[in-house]
């Protein structure tokens, strides 16, 4: 081997700087969309190292969910074995030899038979905390309640390749579900069978909303690149579009495949991007069809004409980023949240007087409002709170339902006001609007989302063969809950 002479130049070989990120459970959602939205500017390496880089990135996060997954396993086993315990002092089951008895004290063959004192102690305080706090709760629960709530996954529609923020149900058929994802598509889904109908590829950032027109086969979706598109669906019947990708993947002798479904860039409408100065996080289509409304982290909301494409109101009056915002759907009426820890109620019913209220209950970011079928708007926070709001009061909400993590998008079921929260920590659950908590879904033996969950929208609720309940987290994945009450005799 050569060795270097002397009074040679030594260079120093630059080392790769890799930043650090946090973890998506860690991190807020507007924070993943940010470093999202600059991970899409063009970067100075070369193709093939910048190529290399992101097979090695690949790999080492392919690893990490191995670890991730391995780790949530063991979670879910000490939570069963806690639940068991709990069982077990409550003097509601007795274990067998060689697991904790419901007397105290571990027994194995021969071993233990006798408690001592101060496991009886520990015992009789455990039971009697149980026992006050069973009354407590009771207290806070409808009286002769006799409708039960029961819940399983039924689909998962996989195909998205990065996190979706947004799941939403199409209006015009009861069988069609539209996705919003970070990997720069959306998405149309058959929700009876599973099958994506449709893959739109015209934004070149993250799209974060997604929501159908009311009557029509016509779909806005709001993106991280500063847009908001208006495009149509291929067909309007998912049949017919099903049909169609079968035939085409038939001459292939392979089968329908999510890779085959059919793609689209063209876009109906643009609005232009120059009104924005940041991007667009939410986007929804006013009652009558014939406008959108759209909020942006340029702490502005605004309000589109969708033949002309031009703006007809600017809805200012937010301190910081707007996250979200959503329309009644028989009235005029349009609720935005934002960073600045309230949420605003616009009111167009009376063309000459738009009247704007501001709600200021919560302590941290809301994240989503939306309608329920009566005059309430229910709100989600960063500060684990839900509030119930009456239109014609806001001075104080109805209800406050307290949860132990945040909430993102959720939704209300327009038939019996259920209300699905969906958490940063993996959790989907159910609450009566009047705050009784319902049930929560399983996500045990990989039933559940493995990260965050950004977004719930209920379906049809007469359809209740399929599903009626879907979400979406960022893991990727897009799952169907078929929700039904059960009625005792």
Not at 130 to 139: E, N, Y
Request: aromatic share 6%.
């Amino acid at each position: 081997m050569n060795k270097p002479q002397a009074g040679s130049i030594k260079i120093k070989a630059k080392r790769l700087s890799i930043r650090r990120t946090r973890s998506p459970n860690r991190m807020g959602s507007e924070a993943i969309r940010q470093e999202a939205y600059d991970q899409d500017r063009e970067s100075s390496l070369p193709p093939n190292l910048r190529s290399r880089l992101w097979s090695l990135f690949a790999q080492i996060e392919r690893e990490f969910e191995c670890v991730h997954a391995e780790n949530l396993a063991l979670l879910e086993r000490v939570e069963t074995l806690n639940e068991k315990l709990d069982l077990v002092l409550s003097g509601g089951e007795k274990l067998t030899d060689g697991e904790l008895s419901a007397e105290g004290g571990p027994t194995k063959p021969g071993y233990g038979k006798k408690p001592s004192a101060s496991q009886l102690m520990s015992q009789k305080l455990k039971t009697t905390y149980k026992a006050s706090t069973s009354k407590i709760v009771s207290s806070f629960k409808t009286p002769n309640q006799a409708t039960s709530i029961e819940c399983h996954r039924t689909r998962s529609y996989a195909g998205h390749r990065d996190g979706v923020w947004e799941v939403s149900c199409a209006r015009h058929t009861p069988t069609m579900i539209g996705t919003a994802s970070a990997d720069r598509s959306a998405r149309l889904w058959d929700v009876e069978t599973g099958q994506c109908l449709l893959k739109y590829l015209g934004h070149n950032g993250s799209v974060n909303s997604i929501r159908f027109h009311p009557t029509d086969a016509i779909i806005c979706t709001g993106s991280g690149d500063g847009t908001c598109h208006i495009w149509r669906a291929l067909d309007s019947n998912p049949e017919q579009v099903r049909h169609h990708n079968v035939k085409t993947c038939n001459l292939f002798s392979c089968g329908f495949d999510r890779q085959t479904a059919p793609t689209k860039r063209s876009v109906k409408a643009t609005l232009d991007s120059k009104m924005f100065e940041g991007a667009v996080i939410a986007a929804d289509w006013f009652t009558s069809g014939k406008q959108i409304v759209t909020a942006s982290w340029d702490r502005c909301a605004k309000l589109w004409d969708v033949e002309t494409a031009e703006q007809v109101h600017q809805l200012t009056g937010h301190d910081q980023e707007l996250t979200h915002t959503c329309t009644h759907p028989t009235q005029q009426l349009i609720v935005t949240s934002s960073t600045d820890t309230t949420f605003r109620l616009w009111d167009f019913r009376t063309p000459s007087i738009h009247s704007v209220n501001v709600f200021q209950g919560h302590s941290d970011t809301v994240r989503s409002t939306a309608f329920t079928t009566k005059d309430i708007v229910v709100s989600g926070s960063d500060d684990r709170t839900v509030k119930v709001w009456d239109l014609k009061n806001m001075r104080s909400p109805l209800t406050t339902i307290n949860t132990d993590s945040s909430v993102n998008r959720l939704s209300v079921s327009p038939i019996n006001n259920v209300i699905a929260l969906p958490h940063d920590n993996r959790h989907i659950r159910l609450f009566d609007i009047s705050g009784v908590r319902l049930i929560r879904l399983p996500r045990r033996n990989g039933q559940g989302h493995q990260r965050m969950v950004c977004c719930t929208a209920w379906g049809e609720e007469t359809n209740v063969k399929t599903c009626n309940l879907f979400s979406c987290g960022f893991d990727r994945r897009v799952l169907g809950w078929q929700v039904r009450e059960e009625k005792d005799k």
